[in-house]
């Protein structure tokens, strides 16, 4: 059996790179394959359910960085809730490369991106919501209380990638952040 020339870590970086610049319908295969550094053939032999199958393995790939990286240091009860939220947010400005990437939820929530994609795009937002809620109700917050907090919190890690792009201003998504952060701080 001949060695891997690419491995899958890069693989899914190329995928989820033109995924979330050009959605699921604006990703050509070429530029699929091009920014995975494989062949289309290669690309299929890989992913035999084309285009949608390797969106799947993005968003599955993906949600398992974020599991790693921000849901368990946001639910570590070791820690203490401060050192939670601080852990969490640098988990975000890993994710979003303070603010240069779209998120992937995003990208993929137009036209047959959503129609395919809709159940992993939902339950990808409630993992965030119910891991910010659970940080609140460590802060004594009320469980309605704390998954209000948590819904501003997406509306604002959410809204600030857009702006930040749109603005061409990375500020405004460390503003948030930095917001957020203080927000639950200051509890």
């Known amino acids: 059996m001949r060695p891997q020339k690419v491995m899958d870590a890069e693989i899914f970086k190329g995928l989820g790179t033109v995924l979330r610049a050009r959605g699921y319908d604006g990703a050509s295969l070429n530029e699929l394959a091009s920014a995975t550094g494989l062949k289309k053939a290669s690309l299929y032999h890989r992913f035999p ?3 949608q199958e390797m969106t799947a393995a993005v968003l599955t790939h993906l949600g398992q960085w974020v599991e790693e990286h921000i ?3 946001l639910s570590d009860e070791n820690m203490a809730p401060k050192e939670r939220v601080i852990n969490g947010i640098a988990g975000i400005k890993e994710l979003y490369n303070g603010g240069r990437e779209i998120c992937i939820f995003r990208a993929l929530s137009m036209e047959s991106g959503l129609e ?3 159940k992993q795009i939902s339950d ?3 993992q965030w919501i119910n891991a910010f809620k659970n940080v609140g109700i460590s802060f004594h917050l009320t469980p309605k209380v704390a998954e209000e907090r948590a819904i501003e919190t997406l509306v604002k890690i959410q809204g600030s990638l857009v702006v930040s792009k749109g603005l061409n201003d990375l500020s405004v998504f460390e503003n ?3 917001q957020i952060e203080d927000y639950y701080l200051k509890m």
């Open 124 to 126: 990808g937002m409630r």
């Open 49 to 51: 359910g084309g285009k």
């Open 176 to 178: 948030a952040l930095e």
């Open 71 to 73: 849901f368990n240091p």
């Open 116 to 118: 395919l994609f809709h």
